[in-house]
């Protein structure tokens, strides 16, 4: 079998299973009841997944975890935290998180 033949089946099969999986959260999911235990712990998903996916993206620079002061990116998400924090604004985390991160990167 070619390589690309087996890259192609290997993407539909990827694809069918993610559908496969979905769906039956979908088509079944009215019949599961979840306690309240299970309820309260997936309240706690989507920030965990959000911070899974920027945490890297603010400590780690040139391939190693940077505290440093002079790790822009760690300023502005420190700026984002405090603005978002007191402002429960996803506009102004947004924005004051891109300009401190802006400025951060002249100073430094």
Do not use: H
Not at 23 to 39: D, E, H, N, T
Not at 51 to 57: R, T
């Amino acid at each position: 079998m070619s390589d690309d033949l087996w890259l192609l089946l290997t993407i539909v099969g990827c694809g069918l299973a993610t559908f496969a999986l979905r769906l039956s959260f979908i088509v079944g999911g009215a019949q599961i009841k979840p306690g309240r235990r299970i309820k309260a712990v997936l309240g706690y998903v989507p920030p965990a997944v959000l911070a899974a996916l920027i945490a890297p993206e603010i400590l780690v620079r040139q391939g190693s975890i940077d505290f440093g002061l002079d790790n822009p990116r760690l300023l502005a998400g420190a700026v984002a935290v405090a603005v978002a924090f007191f402002s429960r604004s996803v506009l102004a985390t947004i924005a004051c998180g891109l300009i401190a991160l802006w400025a951060a990167q002249r100073m430094i």
